[in-house]
């Protein structure tokens, strides 16, 4: 029988108001139920931001040297159990082990950043006009702050928004997605045992909709989410109307520049792991491979080649290369995407199906798919797929391939493969993307890194690295004269 699993709010496990569950099933293999999790409603909600805005005026009141202490602690248990974690985070989301467990010690990386990056300035002196007077500025948390986050990187987001957001003072309600709970639930569980005061931190489970509109009420002052770009502009919208900050990250369409120059091999590889690594499920996902002049052959030959080795499996298995998709769902979805490319005039080079077999019977795996004779009118030149499919796009020069990668309405990340400088220098100065890469994959990013996008991919902010600063706080300018004689 599957265990069931609690909320954690207020520093303690409690089933939802109405009892209700639903359950977290393996990509992999839907007969392995993982677990059963609370499906919370608008009262689990409000009970959480309770906790939270009790916790926050004796959390905020801590010094920064003092929270970060629990950072640090939390980074050292997490390390301790990452096998364990990095196990589960495969078992239900469905990327393999070593991706899993890669994941997991960037947690821990983040943890360690944020609990040391509260020993640097906050504030600055600022020159005032009056010899007499001292002008300087702090930045002051918001408060309780409301965090959304998606399946695809379940233990990895969901600490890049809440390491910052409690170091800088904040107290904190995570919403993990009903696709892979349990991997947030091992992060209250390595924060509970680091000992962190009852509230800072609460996690509470659902499925749907039930309670967003809760997560985006007063008492709270800033939400963070990442996913689909339908549900952040319906999130920003009600946090505009409440008078909530708000920060949106929301998908890609990154495309490769391959110009003929290039190291094709490297290229290739690249791209290859950009577009095919984690089932393609990431925002900075390899999404179009634009190829310039005459390698548009050659370059998709080779492609085609090393893609056809490529093992398609469960994450469990050490020679898996992609695994599963998350969900029936995205697996119909990323087929009609592929089925719309073909009756729009594009060719299925390789895959374009689910796989048959028994391995591959009970779960959700799509064959990891190139699709040439795409035009920039087409969908899948235009539309986030998000998982195993590759569009491949022939450009005439340079000029007309960077068009071709602006030509979306994202603009999250984009790389270039030359060795020619001054092409480099001017793809840097004209690509519409956040994160832009010169001989690198798409995807991934540093923790000490800014990370978002440009256009329909963010709401223009940045998150990770010092850049997290600017969202979780708020400044505040001092005056300070002499008092007179």
């Keep these: 029988m599957a265990t069931t699993y609690s909320n954690y709010v207020s520093g303690r496990w409690t089933a939802s108001a109405d009892g209700k569950t639903f359950e977290d099933v393996n990509p992999a293999d839907v007969r392995d139920v993982v677990g059963q999790f609370p499906a919370s409603g608008a009262a689990d909600a409000d009970a959480a931001l309770a906790a939270a805005e009790n916790a926050f005026p004796a959390w905020r009141a801590l010094s920064g040297p003092e929270r970060g202490r629990y950072l640090l602690k939390a980074a050292d248990i997490l390390e301790r159990r990452a096998d364990e974690v990095a196990a589960d985070l495969t078992r239900e989301e469905g990327k393999t082990l070593v991706e899993a467990k890669g994941e997991t010690m960037r947690a821990v990386l983040i943890f360690r950043y944020y609990g040391m990056d509260v020993y640097h300035r906050t504030g600055e002196v600022i020159p005032s006009a009056s010899a007499g007077t001292l002008m300087f500025t702090r930045r002051v948390p918001l408060g309780v702050v409301a965090l959304?986050?998606?399946?695809?990187?379940?233990?990895?987001?969901?600490?890049?928004?809440?390491?910052?957001?409690?170091?800088?003072?904040?107290?904190?309600?995570?919403?993990?997605?009903?696709l892979a709970p349990l991997t947030a639930h091992h992060v209250a569980e390595v924060l509970h045992e680091a000992g962190l005061p009852a509230g800072v931190v609460n996690v509470i489970h659902g499925a749907g909709a039930r309670f967003s509109d809760a997560l985006v009420s007063p008492p709270v002052k800033a939400v963070s989410?990442?996913?689909?770009?339908?549900?952040?502009?319906?999130?920003?919208?009600?946090a505009a109307e409440q008078g909530i900050k708000y920060q949106l990250e929301m998908g890609g369409k990154n495309p490769v520049i391959v110009l003929p120059d290039a190291n094709l091999e490297q290229a290739v590889e690249l791209t290859i792991s950009g577009a095919f690594r984690s089932a393609g499920e990431k925002c900075t996902a390899t999404s179009r491979a634009i190829l310039v002049g005459p390698i548009l052959s050659e370059f998709t030959e080779r492609l085609v080649a090393r893609v056809k080795s490529l093992t398609l499996g469960p994450g469990t298995d050490p020679e898996t290369y992609l695994g599963p998709v998350i969900s029936k769902s995205a697996q119909e979805e990323i087929l009609a995407h592929i089925a719309l490319a073909k009756r729009e005039g594009g060719s299925v080079l390789l895959g374009g199906k689910a796989p048959k077999g028994e391995v591959?019977?009970?779960g959700f795996y799509?064959?990891?798919?190139?699709?040439?004779?795409?035009?920039?009118?087409?969908?899948?030149?235009?539309?986030?797929?998000?998982?195993p499919v590759l569009a491949v796009?022939?450009?005439e020069t340079?000029?007309?391939?960077?068009?071709l990668a602006n030509g979306v309405r994202y603009g999250l990340s984009?790389?270039?493969?030359?060795?020619?400088?001054?092409?480099?220098?001017?793809?840097?100065?004209?690509?519409?993307a956040g994160l832009v890469r010169v001989n690198?994959?798409?995807?991934?990013?540093?923790?000490?890194?800014?990370?978002?996008g440009f256009k329909g991919s963010s709401s223009y902010s940045r998150e990770q690295g010092r850049a997290a600063i600017e969202f979780f706080t708020q400044i505040k300018t001092i005056y300070f004269d002499r008092a007179r004689e």
């Design 398 to 403: 340079f000029e007309q391939a960077l068009d």
């Design 414 to 432: 984009a790389s270039l493969f030359t060795r020619d400088l001054n092409r480099v220098l001017e793809y840097a100065d004209r690509i519409e």
């Design 393 to 395: 796009i022939g450009a």
């Design 440 to 452: 690198g994959e798409t995807a991934g990013v540093e923790p000490q890194a800014p990370f978002g």
């Design 366 to 387: 799509i064959e990891p798919t190139v699709v040439g004779n795409v035009t920039p009118e087409m969908s899948l030149a235009r539309e986030e797929v998000f998982g």
């Design 148 to 178: 959304v986050t998606p399946w695809n990187f379940p233990i990895a987001i969901p600490v890049w928004k809440l390491a910052p957001a409690i170091a800088y003072g904040n107290t904190v309600v995570l919403k993990p997605s009903s």
């Design 360 to 362: 591959f019977a009970h």
């Design 225 to 238: 989410f990442t996913g689909s770009s339908e549900v952040g502009r319906r999130l920003a919208v009600r």
